[in-house]
């Protein structure tokens, strides 16, 4: 292969790279949105590549990656669909009621349906459907909800490493590699299902003296009907249908975002009084909006060849020693995404491996280790997951509305209770990836 030369075009769009990724990082300090440095380094990268001749607008569309555009879209208009209609409500509630005072069976049951639903719908949405209902009932059982909601982050998480859709990096991953659901699932669900455990079991150690507090028990029967029943059953009839498309897509030759599109047509049918209008108004827009101008951003990059420049100082130690540069990619993921966000560095990372691959090497197990790191790191800290940002928000809320400030989630607090949850999922995870290296070094995935 031809020695890349360091040049013009990628000084530029490095440079923009770095400022925007910056900009994005230090949201907290500057008080900036992050999509809003996204849109700017998208614009900037597209006007410069077309002043240098490296990229142009027809490319920049080229480069956003509908798949996972269409998918997040749609899921979040299914779960639009489905909230107003008290089904996630009622179910909270009756795991609040059968846990009859128990905290760790509260937890651990409010955090296995969080991490199911997690397999399915990003971590994202599950703990934005369930968080504010945690509190609701940690208030009503008068005890803190600090532990159940940390739980609820850290599970899902954890959890959503295991699917195809579980994740906003997964999708990422899956669609820039070929992976398909089952390969996937396949892959990931046994690493995850035994690093998911290891977790739900330190939980208890970590919150010992919290989950030892005899709460008040009130009766929840009276807060367990349904609003929506027509609409909620349906929309459980047509998950149910969507995970054996999610399944078979491949089979299909359907991509992802088709599966999740014909379920939500279906859902607009069967549910009743459906209003597209006012569902549709719930759309993360602001989220899809950062992944596509993340998606111009690198392609941009991309196309100036500073990755392609970066990649061939990393493949002599990809070829010399594929298992030490997939553990070292695993933690050095980890703890990136554990001090930024887990999806930036996803988006810069694919089209480096993408270029190892179209050189013949084995990237089959970087992948995984893609994954893996950027699904636990995000455990490490409040930053290192969108889903922890929501959770410390309404913690922070909670707070506020009470005039207590030792409700809120601190930094600090999520760093003590979080970091050693990433350290044990990854030494998991690190353990098992060592020992069944050539299963995940499979080629061909």
């Not at 490296?54 to 669909?81: H, K, Q, R, T």
């Not at 994740?167 to 990422?172: F, G, R, S, V």
């Not at 990854?426 to 060592?434: F, G, H, Y």
């Given at each position: 292969m031809e020695t890349l030369?360091?040049?013009?075009?990628?000084?530029?769009?490095?440079?923009?790279?770095?400022?925007?990724?910056?900009?994005?990082?230090?949201?907290?300090?500057?008080?900036?949105?992050?999509?809003?440095?996204?849109?700017?380094?998208?614009?900037?990268m597209v006007l410069a590549g077309q002043y240098?001749?490296?990229?142009?607008?027809?490319?920049?569309?080229?480069?956003?990656?509908?798949?996972?555009?269409?998918?997040?879209?749609?899921?979040?208009?299914?779960?639009?669909?489905?909230?107003?209609?008290?089904?996630?409500?009622?179910?909270?509630?009756?795991i609040?009621?059968?846990?009859?005072?128990?905290?760790?069976?509260?937890?651990?049951?409010?955090?296995?349906?969080?991490?199911v639903l997690s397999l399915l719908l990003d971590n994202v949405t599950t703990v934005i459907i369930f968080g504010p209902l945690i509190i609701l009932i940690c208030q009503s059982l008068k005890v803190s909800a600090?532990?159940?909601?940390?739980?609820?982050?850290?599970?899902?998480?954890?959890?959503?490493?295991?699917?195809?859709?579980?994740?906003?990096?997964?999708?990422?991953?899956?669609?820039?590699?070929g992976i398909d659901f089952n390969t996937f699932f396949y892959h990931m669900g046994g690493i995850v299902f035994v690093a998911w455990i290891a977790t739900l079991f330190f939980l208890k150690i970590l919150f010992k003296k919290e989950l030892a507090v005899t709460p008040v028990i009130p009766d929840f029967s009276d807060r367990e009907d349904i609003k929506d029943p027509r609409t909620w059953n349906a929309s459980l009839v047509i998950l149910g249908v969507m995970v054996v498309g999610f399944i078979m897509h491949n089979a299909l030759h359907w991509e992802p975002w088709f599966v999740a599109g014909i379920g939500l047509t279906l859902l607009v049918f069967a549910g009743k009084d459906v209003d597209m209008d006012d569902h549709f108004a719930e759309i993360e827009l602001t989220l899809l909006m950062f992944f596509m101008s993340l998606f111009i951003l690198v392609g941009g990059v991309e196309h100036s060849h500073f990755l392609a420049y970066l990649g061939q100082f990393i493949v002599p130690y990809v070829q010399s020693d594929l298992l030490f540069a997939t553990i070292m990619l695993m933690w050095m993921a980890a703890f990136l995404s554990a001090a930024i966000d887990n999806i930036p560095f996803t988006a810069a990372m694919i089209p480096i491996i993408l270029g190892m691959d179209a050189q013949g090497i084995n990237v089959s197990p970087l992948w995984w280790a893609l994954a893996a790191g950027v699904g636990m790191g995000g455990n490490g800290t409040h930053l290192g997951s969108t889903a922890n940002v929501f959770i410390v928000t309404i913690s922070e809320k909670m707070a506020k509305?009470?005039?207590?400030?030792?409700?809120?989630?601190?930094?600090?607090?999520?760093?003590?209770?979080?970091?050693?949850?990433?350290?044990?999922?990854?030494?998991?995870?690190?353990?098992?990836?060592?020992?069944?290296?050539?299963?995940?070094?499979?080629?061909?995935?």
């Open positions: 030369v360091w040049n013009t075009e990628m000084m530029v769009s490095g440079l923009i790279l770095a400022v925007t990724f910056i900009g994005i990082f230090t949201e907290g300090v500057h008080g900036f949105h992050r999509g809003k440095f996204a849109l700017a380094g998208a614009g900037l240098y001749g490296f990229y142009n607008p027809e490319l920049a569309i080229e480069a956003i990656d509908w798949n996972v555009v269409f998918l997040l879209g749609a899921m979040m208009s299914i779960v639009a669909i489905m909230i107003p209609t008290g089904g996630f409500q009622a179910l909270a509630y009756r609040a009621d059968f846990s009859k005072g128990r905290l760790f069976l509260l937890m651990a049951l409010m955090g296995t349906l969080v991490t600090i532990p159940f909601l940390l739980a609820t982050a850290l599970l899902s998480d954890t959890g959503g490493v295991a699917t195809l859709v579980g994740d906003p990096p997964n999708l990422m991953i899956g669609s820039a590699a509305d009470a005039g207590d400030p030792s409700l809120a989630i601190t930094p600090g607090l999520w760093f003590k209770k979080g970091l050693p949850v990433m350290l044990l999922t990854l030494t998991i995870c690190t353990i098992i990836m060592v020992a069944f290296f050539p299963f995940f070094a499979e080629s061909g995935v």
